[in-house]
Nanobody, 121 residues
């Protein structure tokens, strides 16, 4: 059974940076397509970024140029480097694992518990 555990969230001032990590256990990590999603209070979960097995990356327009997704298969971990953070980036961030390349949450099979990111103005 695949399990995902996120870490790295916290409180940061606007313009600052955070790096989120998502450690996977169980399964064969290198075969997973990995994604990051976020959910702000009262809003639906939205796509942030994804990375496939070949390290092809894809971003939501709202984070393009500020966020970078990467993976290290040797340690079964996917990262989300977030720079130039804005108050509207405040949300719970979730990593997810799936087997198809997608920006849709229902296409991901396994989810982490989430990590809170708060960006103060």
């Amino acid at each position: 059974q695949v399990q995902l555990v996120e870490s790295g969230g916290g409180l940061v001032q606007a313009g600052g940076s955070l790096r989120l990590s998502c450690a996977a256990s169980g399964g064969t990590f290198s075969t997973f397509r990995m994604g990051w999603f976020r959910q702000a209070p009262g809003q639906e979960r939205e796509f942030v970024a994804r990375i496939n097995r070949s390290n092809y990356t894809y971003y939501a327009d709202s984070v393009k140029g500020r966020f970078t997704i990467s993976r290290n298969n040797a340690v079964n971990t996917v990262y989300l480097q977030m720079n130039s953070l804005k108050p509207e980036d405040t949300a719970v961030y979730y990593c997810a694992a799936g087997f198809i390349n997608s920006a849709r949450a229902p296409d991901y099979n396994t989810w982490g518990q989430g990590t809170q990111v708060i960006v103060s103005s």
